[in-house]
Nanobody, 120 residues
Framework: QVQLIESGGGLVQTGGSLRLSCAAS????????AGWFRQAPGREREFVAT????????AYADSVKGRFTISRDNAKNMVFLEMNSLKPEDTAIYYC?????????????WGQGTQVTVSS
């Protein structure tokens, strides 16, 4: 079992930056792949970024490539999402997720989400 708690969301202007954090419970977090997803009002939840167990391998949605960076600190059981050059279309609830094994595929564990609002 893994419990995930996100933080760092807020209101920012277009072009601004935010850093989301995800704190994971459990001593074996390094055996879980981690990712970020988001859900905008009236839309389905969508993939944003993912990182492998070690953090060496990452993948991003095309819409955030070059602007967002996912990273993790296994010693602190933390996952981060650095978001730069934010756009109004990035407005959504952002969710941290984890799964055992490969960083590809469906995720098992989810946080409660943190709201990100980008004003134009």
């Amino acid at each position: 079992q893994v419990q995930l708690i996100e933080s760092g969301g807020g209101l920012v202007q277009t072009g601004g930056s935010l850093r989301l954090s995800c704190a994971a419970s459990g001593r074996t977090f390094s055996t879980y792949a981690a990712g970020w997803f988001r859900q905008a009002p009236g839309r389905e939840r969508e993939f944003v970024a993912t990182t492998s167990l070690s953090g060496i391998n990452t993948a991003y949605a095309d819409s955030v490539k070059g602007r967002f960076t996912i990273s993790r600190d296994n010693a602190k059981n933390m996952v981060f999402l650095e978001m730069n050059s934010l756009k109004p279309e990035d407005t959504a609830i952002y969710y941290c997720a984890a799964k055992s094994g490969s960083y590809l595929g469906n995720y098992t564990y989810w946080g409660q989400g943190t709201q990100v609002t980008v004003s134009s």
